[in-house]
C-alpha cells in the first residue's frame, strides 16, 4: 500500500502529533459478521509499528489458527484476517453495535494501539466501493481486488451512497487548518477518488491548492502494485505521471513524480503544476523518510 509506505516515512520526518490521516472507507466490508475497515487499519498499524511489513497488511508476527477453524464452517478463506487482528474487528463491530460512530471508534483504536497521529475515516456515512468487469455484473471492491485478484476488464467503479454521505467535519476542518496537504501515491479512483468524492472535499482542496502535493503512483508506465494502471486505460486516461496529474490539476500545486519518468518534468510543468522528479519506490523505511521530506520541502513545510 503506497499511501501506508509513504505515511511510514512521513512519521520519521514530521511529528507525528501534528499529522493527520484521511482514510478511505470504501472498501469497508463485512466479513464473519464483523466490520472490517481494511484501509484504515492498514494505516493504524503502520503509524503504531504493528504491520506485517512483508504483506503490507494485517499485523506482523500473527497467526491464522481461528481463520482456519472458520473454514470448516464457511469452507475456504479468501480473505485473511489474523488471530490479533481479529480483536480490533470485534472491538470495532460492538462498538458499531452498540451506538458509536465509526470515526470515535477509529479513534478508540488509534489511541490504545499508539502511534501519535490522528486517523480520520472519510466518512461516518455508508460508501461502498463497487467494480463493473465487462461481461460480469457488478461485485463489492474486496471481492474483485482480493478474491479475484483484481483480474478481469473494468468498465467503470460504482461508488454507492457517496451522494448522500456526508465528508467526516473533522476532516473537512483538518484541511481547511492544514499547513499542507499530500495525495499520497494511492489509486486516483478507489482509494483517493472516493474522499475525493465526497460533498465539499474537493471544493476544500482546491482552497488549498498551493499547499496541496500529489505523488503519482504510475512508475515507469505501470504501477508498483496494484491495478490503477490498468484502471487508468479502461478509463482513458494516458498511463503515465501526466495522467495522473490531469486528475488533480486543480488540487495540487506541487506534482511528484519517479525520477525514471522526468521526461514528463515540462507537460506537467505547462498544466500549471510544478512537478519534481525523484526516487519514488519506497523499498525501504530510509526511502520512505527520504521521500516524505522532499514532499515537505516543496511545500515549505
Do not use: C
Not at 502529533?17 to 498499524?45: A, M
Not at 460533498?199 to 499547499?211: N, T
Not at 521526461?263 to 506537467?268: F, G, I, S, T
Amino acid at each position: 500500500m503506497g499511501a501506508a509506505k509513504f505515511l511510514r516515512g512521513l512519521a520519521r520526518r514530521f511529528p507525528p502529533r501534528r499529522l493527520t490521516v484521511i482514510v478511505n472507507t470504501g472498501d469497508d466490508e463485512n466479513f464473519y459478521g464483523l466490520h472490517v475497515s481494511p484501509d484504515v487499519d492498514t494505516v493504524t498499524y503502520t503509524l503504531a509499528g504493528m504491520v506485517n511489513p512483508a504483506a503490507g497488511w494485517g499485523l506482523k508476527d500473527d497467526t491464522f489458527a481461528a481463520l482456519e477453524a472458520l473454514s470448516r464452517f464457511y469452507g475456504k478463506p479468501w480473505f485473511n484476517l489474523g488471530d490479533r487482528d481479529l480483536a480490533t474487528h470485534l472491538y470495532r463491530t460492538e462498538r458499531l453495535r452498540s451506538g458509536a460512530s465509526l470515526s470515535r471508534v477509529t479513534a478508540e483504536i488509534a489511541k490504545r494501539l499508539g502511534g501519535g497521529a490522528g486517523i480520520l475515516p472519510m466518512s461516518d456515512d455508508r460508501v461502498h466501493t463497487w467494480v463493473k468487469l465487462r461481461g460480469r455484473a457488478a461485485m463489492p471492491f474486496q471481492e474483485y481486488f482480493v478474491r479475484n485478484r483484481a483480474r478481469g476488464n473494468v468498465e467503470r467503479i460504482e461508488l454507492r451512497g457517496v451522494e448522500k454521505a456526508r465528508p467526516l467535519p473533522a476532516a473537512l476542518t483538518a484541511i481547511r487548518q492544514a499547513s499542507a496537504v499530500i495525495l499520497a501515491p494511492s489509486n486516483p479512483f478507489v482509494s483517493l477518488g472516493p474522499i475525493l468524492a465526497l460533498k465539499g472535499v474537493r471544493r476544500e482542496l482546491q482552497k488549498m491548492r498551493p499547499r496541496v502535493a500529489a505523488i503519482s503512483p504510475i512508475v515507469g508506465g505501470r504501477t508498483v502494485k496494484g491495478p490503477a494502471d490498468r484502471m487508468m486505460r479502461a478509463f482513458g486516461h494516458e498511463v503515465s505521471p501526466l495522467g495522473v496529474a490531469r486528475l488533480y490539476r486543480d488540487i495540487a500545486r506541487v506534482f511528484i513524480m519517479d525520477i525514471r519518468d522526468r521526461q514528463y518534468l515540462e507537460p506537467v510543468r505547462e498544466l500549471g503544476m510544478e512537478p519534481i522528479a525523484v526516487d519514488t519506490v519506497m523499498t525501504t523505511p530510509a526511502k520512505s523518510a527520504r521521500l516524505a521530506g522532499i514532499v515537505l520541502d516543496a511545500l515549505r513545510v
